[in-house]
């Protein structure tokens, strides 16, 4: 079964500042996708950043970037010039190929400060 | 646009009632899912679709029924509430096809309390 671990409960950064979040997931498949969301107070699940595991290159979105490691089994998120707005709930997610499982972690509140 | 539109937003029950959460999508999407989360966690599977007429159980199935009839609508039904069923629900949506899975689309959520 597939497991996705984000072992940060919780980040502070200061406003400009960058901060990466920590995702690792275990599966035993080859091709597969991953997400970074981001739920604010508002409840919205808001998709941040996806990546197909078929892909080498890592996804980017604006201030948001992914490091994913395949073989590590690791996928993390770095926001740069982080904003007031990025304070959220974020959760690294995996989907299966098939679209038929989609496991989230437990999340990492981050906290935005001016 | 309205997307994945979940209502009610807000319901509170009592112990042993029933009811079904509604959700609709506009995006003709062949695959919709239903989660539960629970206070500080992530999302967990409920059940989902692949398309009209066809449903299968998720990770946490037990207590939940589901039907879908058409492509847009993808309702919960809860027979008998239990407290441990208190929690917020979030249907999403989303497209697949021999090109891959594109991302899902979530609904609001609908906060459901148990008493």
């Known amino acids: 079964a597939q497991t996705v671990t984000q072992s940060q409960p919780e980040m502070s950064v200061q406003e400009a500042e960058t901060v990466t979040l920590s995702c690792t997931y275990d599966?035993?498949?080859?091709?597969?996708?991953l997400f970074w969301y981001k739920q604010p107070p508002s409840r919205q699940m808001i998709l941040v950043i996806r990546?197909?595991?078929?892909?080498?290159q890592n996804a980017t979105e604006n201030r948001f970037s992914v490091n994913f490691q395949k073989a590590a089994k690791s996928f993390s998120l770095k926001i740069s010039d982080s904003q007031l707005g990025d304070t959220a709930m974020y959760f690294c997610?995996?989907?299966?190929?098939?679209?038929?499982?989609?496991?989230f972690g437990k999340g990492t509140t981050l906290s935005v400060s001016s | 646009n309205a997307g994945v539109t979940q209502t009610p937003k807000f319901r509170i029950l009592k112990i042993g009632q029933s009811m079904t959460l509604q959700c609709t999508q506009d995006?003709?999407?062949?695959?919709m899912y239903w989660y539960r989360q629970d206070p500080g966690m992530g999302l967990k599977l409920i059940y989902y679709?692949?398309?009209?007429?066809?449903?299968d159980k998720g990770e946490v199935p037990n207590g939940y029924n589901v039907s879908r009839s058409t492509t847009e609508d993808f309702p919960l039904r809860l027979e008998l509430a239990a407290p441990s069923q208190t929690s917020v629900y979030f249907c999403?949506?989303?497209?697949?096809?021999?090109?891959?899975?594109?991302?899902?689309?979530f609904g609001d959520g609908t906060r459901l309390s148990i008493l």
């Open positions: 990546q197909e595991a078929y892909k080498q």
């Open positions: 999403a949506s989303s497209w697949l096809d021999g090109k891959g899975n594109q991302p899902q689309h």
């Open positions: 995006m003709n999407h062949n695959y």
């Open positions: 599966t035993s498949e080859n091709n597969y996708y």
């Open positions: 997610a995996f989907m299966n190929q098939a679209g038929t499982a989609l496991i």
């Open positions: 679709s692949v398309g009209a007429g066809i449903t």
